[in-house]
């Protein structure tokens, strides 16, 4: 299946459950927010509908023609994007960063310095929302970042942990694929 094939599956679909905890907790007016691995949009839309400014990031032009054509004007001076790699893109200051299923396909060399970025780029109180793959993941042996339980609870030391749920299951991906999925979910506040 092609990207086209996977922005058909997920366009439209309702923002991730990890965002929306993350909404629901940020108690100040709307500010600033990162999505990186953004796709068609389904985060970003949420993010921009609640007046979030939102800088959108998708290594894939495509999802990035997707996400602006979805954007009514009232709410385009509240977005931007960027086209390339969220490890490879020095990460501006935000109140939030979503990351929902893109930051395993991090490679794992790289993760360490994407995760010290986004850790650089919230202040105190700035949330991080998002999703990690665990070891038994069928991905797990792929070249993305996979981490054990401990090591993503040492990840965010020095975060309050607002969710933090653990899944294993048969699933199917956007694709229509069968996968055994190990997700960790995530929303943590900088302390």
């Given at each position: 299946?092609?990207f086209?094939e ?11 459950a990890t965002?929306?905890?993350a909404l ?16 068609a949009?389904?985060?970003t ?8 400014q939102?800088?959108?990031v ?10 602006e054509a979805q954007?009514?004007g ?6 931007r994007?960027h086209c390339?790699r ?7 200051p935000?109140q939030?960063?979503?990351?929902s299923f893109?930051?395993p396909?991090?490679p794992?060399?790289a ?13 105190g109180g700035?949330l991080f929302?998002?999703?990690l793959f665990g070891?038994?993941d069928?991905?797990?042996d ?8 401990r ?8 975060w309050e942990?607002?969710?933090?749920e ?11 694929r069968?996968?055994h ?9 900088r302390l």
């Amino acid at each position: 299946m092609s990207f086209s094939e996977f922005y058909n599956a997920t366009q439209g679909q309702p923002a991730r459950a990890t965002l929306l905890t993350a909404l629901e907790v940020w108690n100040g007016p709307p500010g600033h927010a990162l999505d990186l691995g953004c796709g068609a949009g389904r985060d970003t839309l949420e993010l921009l509908r609640r007046g979030w400014q939102v800088l959108a990031v998708d290594a894939e032009p495509e999802a990035l023609s997707r996400l602006e054509a979805q954007v009514d004007g009232e709410r385009r001076s509240l977005l931007r994007s960027h086209c390339g790699r969220f490890e490879a893109m020095p990460l501006p200051p935000a109140q939030l960063v979503n990351s929902s299923f893109a930051l395993p396909l991090c490679p794992p060399v790289a993760f360490p310095t994407l995760w010290q970025s986004i850790c650089t780029a919230l202040p105190g109180g700035g949330l991080f929302a998002g999703h990690l793959f665990g070891e038994r993941d069928d991905w797990a042996d792929n070249g993305i970042t996979i981490l054990r339980r401990r090591q993503l609870e040492e990840l965010l030391s020095g975060w309050e942990v607002l969710m933090l749920e653990e899944k294993e299951e048969d699933g199917i991906t956007a694709k229509g694929r069968n996968k055994h999925w190990h997700l960790f979910s995530v929303v943590a506040r900088r302390l």
